[in-house]
Protein backbone atom coordinates (compact mmCIF):
# COMPACT_ATOMS: atom_id res chain seq x y z
CA UNK A 1 0.00 0.00 0.00
CA UNK A 2 1.38 3.67 -0.98
CA UNK A 3 1.99 5.54 2.56
CA UNK A 4 0.58 8.99 3.43
CA UNK A 5 1.34 11.57 1.08
CA UNK A 6 1.20 15.21 1.33
CA UNK A 7 1.30 18.20 -0.89
CA UNK A 8 3.11 20.15 -1.10
CA UNK A 9 6.47 19.10 0.58
CA UNK A 10 7.69 23.19 0.65
CA UNK A 11 5.98 26.22 0.82
CA UNK A 12 7.11 29.96 1.29
CA UNK A 13 4.45 32.24 2.22
CA UNK A 14 4.28 36.11 3.59
CA UNK A 15 2.50 37.01 6.43
CA UNK A 16 -0.87 37.84 6.04
CA UNK A 17 -1.05 35.37 3.55
CA UNK A 18 -3.61 32.01 3.38
CA UNK A 19 -2.32 28.74 2.89
CA UNK A 20 -3.77 25.05 1.80
CA UNK A 21 -2.36 21.98 2.18
CA UNK A 22 -3.46 18.41 0.95
CA UNK A 23 -2.82 15.04 2.80
CA UNK A 24 -4.01 11.73 1.03
CA UNK A 25 -4.17 8.95 3.23
CA UNK A 26 -3.34 5.31 3.01
CA UNK A 27 -6.12 3.80 1.08
CA UNK A 28 -8.69 2.55 3.53
CA UNK A 29 -7.96 4.90 6.17
CA UNK A 30 -10.66 6.71 6.99
CA UNK A 31 -9.26 9.17 10.08
CA UNK A 32 -6.67 11.95 9.38
CA UNK A 33 -5.40 13.99 11.78
CA UNK A 34 -3.14 16.87 11.73
CA UNK A 35 0.31 17.72 13.99
CA UNK A 36 2.16 21.08 13.80
CA UNK A 37 5.71 20.80 14.49
CA UNK A 38 8.40 23.52 16.40
CA UNK A 39 11.41 23.76 17.39
CA UNK A 40 10.13 25.40 20.43
CA UNK A 41 6.63 23.53 21.24
CA UNK A 42 7.45 20.31 19.39
CA UNK A 43 4.57 18.24 18.38
CA UNK A 44 1.00 19.39 18.83
CA UNK A 45 -2.29 18.36 17.75
CA UNK A 46 -3.95 20.21 15.88
CA UNK A 47 -7.33 18.11 14.70
CA UNK A 48 -8.49 15.30 13.10
CA UNK A 49 -10.97 14.13 10.90
CA UNK A 50 -12.87 10.81 10.94
CA UNK A 51 -15.88 10.74 7.95
CA UNK A 52 -15.75 14.23 6.67
CA UNK A 53 -16.34 15.38 10.51
CA UNK A 54 -14.15 16.96 12.73
CA UNK A 55 -14.06 14.24 15.56
CA UNK A 56 -10.73 15.99 17.77
CA UNK A 57 -9.46 19.42 18.50
CA UNK A 58 -6.25 21.19 19.41
CA UNK A 59 -6.05 24.11 21.29
CA UNK A 60 -5.01 26.43 18.10
CA UNK A 61 -7.09 29.61 17.03
CA UNK A 62 -9.34 29.79 14.66
CA UNK A 63 -7.04 30.74 12.05
CA UNK A 64 -6.03 26.79 11.48
CA UNK A 65 -8.89 25.01 9.59
CA UNK A 66 -9.67 21.88 8.23
CA UNK A 67 -11.80 19.53 6.24
CA UNK A 68 -12.03 15.84 4.45
CA UNK A 69 -13.54 14.95 1.60
CA UNK A 70 -15.40 11.97 1.21
CA UNK A 71 -12.44 9.93 -0.41
CA UNK A 72 -10.78 10.74 3.05
CA UNK A 73 -8.45 13.30 1.78
CA UNK A 74 -8.16 15.60 3.89
CA UNK A 75 -7.00 19.67 3.84
CA UNK A 76 -5.61 21.81 6.38
CA UNK A 77 -6.12 25.73 5.76
CA UNK A 78 -4.37 28.35 7.82
CA UNK A 79 -5.40 32.12 7.25
CA UNK A 80 -3.73 35.45 8.31
CA UNK A 81 -0.30 33.74 8.33
CA UNK A 82 2.07 34.77 11.24
CA UNK A 83 5.29 34.72 11.59
CA UNK A 84 4.88 31.62 14.36
CA UNK A 85 3.19 29.53 12.09
CA UNK A 86 6.50 28.78 10.47
CA UNK A 87 6.48 25.09 10.71
CA UNK A 88 6.51 21.47 9.84
CA UNK A 89 2.78 20.38 9.02
CA UNK A 90 2.43 16.85 9.73
CA UNK A 91 -0.82 14.55 8.82
CA UNK A 92 -1.67 11.37 9.79
CA UNK A 93 -3.66 8.37 9.07
CA UNK A 94 -5.42 4.95 10.80
CA UNK A 95 -7.87 2.55 10.43
CA UNK A 96 -10.18 2.77 13.41
CA UNK A 97 -9.86 5.07 16.43
CA UNK A 98 -7.54 3.19 18.25
CA UNK A 99 -5.46 2.24 15.47
CA UNK A 100 -1.94 3.75 14.83
CA UNK A 101 -1.12 6.25 12.94
CA UNK A 102 0.73 6.37 10.25
CA UNK A 103 2.68 9.89 9.06
CA UNK A 104 3.64 11.31 5.67
CA UNK A 105 6.76 13.51 4.98
CA UNK A 106 5.11 16.74 6.57
CA UNK A 107 5.19 20.04 4.39
CA UNK A 108 7.18 22.54 5.72
CA UNK A 109 5.79 26.26 5.49
CA UNK A 110 8.07 29.09 5.71
CA UNK A 111 6.40 32.72 6.60
CA UNK A 112 8.25 35.42 5.87
CA UNK B 1 -4.78 15.39 31.68
CA UNK B 2 -1.92 13.05 29.62
CA UNK B 3 1.84 14.27 29.79
CA UNK B 4 5.04 12.39 27.91
CA UNK B 5 8.30 13.14 29.79
CA UNK B 6 11.59 12.20 27.77
CA UNK B 7 14.26 13.81 29.97
CA UNK B 8 17.14 12.88 27.80
CA UNK B 9 17.58 15.76 25.09
CA UNK B 10 20.54 14.40 23.59
CA UNK B 11 22.52 11.28 23.43
CA UNK B 12 25.54 10.48 22.10
CA UNK B 13 26.98 7.11 21.49
CA UNK B 14 29.88 5.02 19.79
CA UNK B 15 28.30 2.63 16.96
CA UNK B 16 28.14 -0.89 17.96
CA UNK B 17 27.61 0.31 21.99
CA UNK B 18 23.94 -0.29 23.65
CA UNK B 19 21.81 2.89 24.23
CA UNK B 20 18.61 2.98 26.21
CA UNK B 21 16.04 5.99 25.70
CA UNK B 22 13.29 6.58 28.81
CA UNK B 23 9.99 7.87 28.37
CA UNK B 24 7.99 8.50 31.51
CA UNK B 25 4.34 8.88 30.81
CA UNK B 26 1.18 10.44 32.71
CA UNK B 27 -2.44 9.55 32.13
CA UNK B 28 -5.31 8.66 34.65
CA UNK B 29 -6.92 6.24 31.70
CA UNK B 30 -7.27 2.95 32.43
CA UNK B 31 -7.12 2.08 29.31
CA UNK B 32 -4.60 3.60 26.75
CA UNK B 33 -1.88 2.89 23.89
CA UNK B 34 1.94 4.04 24.07
CA UNK B 35 3.96 4.59 20.74
CA UNK B 36 7.74 5.05 20.00
CA UNK B 37 8.59 6.76 16.39
CA UNK B 38 11.99 7.76 14.77
CA UNK B 39 12.17 10.97 12.70
CA UNK B 40 15.26 11.10 10.84
CA UNK B 41 16.60 13.84 9.07
CA UNK B 42 14.12 13.90 5.96
CA UNK B 43 11.30 14.57 8.72
CA UNK B 44 8.69 12.04 8.34
CA UNK B 45 7.71 10.14 11.40
CA UNK B 46 8.17 6.28 11.00
CA UNK B 47 6.32 4.26 13.23
CA UNK B 48 8.52 1.62 15.57
CA UNK B 49 6.02 0.22 18.00
CA UNK B 50 2.70 0.12 19.82
CA UNK B 51 1.38 -1.02 23.32
CA UNK B 52 -1.54 -1.37 24.64
CA UNK B 53 -2.01 -0.52 28.76
CA UNK B 54 -3.40 -4.08 29.27
CA UNK B 55 -0.41 -5.86 27.86
CA UNK B 56 2.60 -5.45 29.57
CA UNK B 57 4.75 -7.63 27.87
CA UNK B 58 8.27 -6.89 26.95
CA UNK B 59 9.10 -6.49 23.14
CA UNK B 60 11.93 -7.54 21.15
CA UNK B 61 12.42 -6.96 17.02
CA UNK B 62 15.87 -7.09 16.16
CA UNK B 63 18.27 -4.86 17.73
CA UNK B 64 15.51 -2.68 19.10
CA UNK B 65 13.26 -4.07 22.71
CA UNK B 66 10.64 -1.95 24.79
CA UNK B 67 10.48 -2.19 28.76
CA UNK B 68 6.91 -1.28 29.49
CA UNK B 69 6.20 -1.06 33.26
CA UNK B 70 2.71 0.35 34.49
CA UNK B 71 4.44 0.39 38.26
CA UNK B 72 6.70 3.25 37.42
CA UNK B 73 4.68 4.39 33.88
CA UNK B 74 7.62 4.02 32.02
CA UNK B 75 7.88 2.74 28.36
CA UNK B 76 11.56 2.57 28.09
CA UNK B 77 13.40 2.04 24.47
CA UNK B 78 16.91 -0.18 23.44
CA UNK B 79 18.57 -0.05 21.11
CA UNK B 80 21.48 -2.70 21.19
CA UNK B 81 25.00 -2.72 18.78
CA UNK B 82 23.51 0.37 17.68
CA UNK B 83 24.82 1.58 13.99
CA UNK B 84 24.59 4.64 12.54
CA UNK B 85 21.45 4.66 10.63
CA UNK B 86 19.77 5.12 14.08
CA UNK B 87 20.59 8.08 14.20
CA UNK B 88 17.56 10.03 14.31
CA UNK B 89 15.15 11.90 16.78
CA UNK B 90 13.26 9.73 18.74
CA UNK B 91 9.47 10.14 20.32
CA UNK B 92 7.47 8.95 22.70
CA UNK B 93 3.95 9.11 22.25
CA UNK B 94 0.80 8.73 24.31
CA UNK B 95 -3.15 7.99 23.54
CA UNK B 96 -5.71 8.07 26.34
CA UNK B 97 -8.81 6.02 24.71
CA UNK B 98 -10.72 9.01 26.03
CA UNK B 99 -8.76 10.89 24.12
CA UNK B 100 -9.91 9.58 21.08
CA UNK B 101 -7.35 10.16 18.35
CA UNK B 102 -5.06 12.84 19.41
CA UNK B 103 -1.75 11.79 20.51
CA UNK B 104 0.57 13.04 23.23
CA UNK B 105 4.30 13.92 21.84
CA UNK B 106 7.18 13.37 24.28
CA UNK B 107 9.86 16.09 23.50
CA UNK B 108 11.95 13.74 21.89
CA UNK B 109 15.49 12.40 22.42
CA UNK B 110 18.15 13.52 19.63
CA UNK B 111 20.56 10.25 19.33
CA UNK B 112 24.21 10.60 17.16
CA UNK B 113 25.64 7.51 16.79
CA UNK B 114 29.47 8.49 16.49
CA UNK B 115 31.25 5.44 13.95
Known amino acids: KAGVTQTPRYLIKTRGQQVTLSCSPISGHRSVSWYQQTPGQGLQFLFEYFSETQRNKGNFPGRFSGRQFSNSRSEMNVSTLELGDSALYLCASSGTEGDTQYFGPGTRLTVL | AQKVTQAQTEISVVEKEDVTLDCVYE???????LFWYKQPPSGELVFLIRRNSFDEQNEISGRYSWNFQKSTSSFNFTITASQVVDSAVYFC????????????FGSGTRLSIRP
Open chain 2, 93 to 104: ALKAYSSASKII
Open chain 2, 27 to 33: TRDTTYY
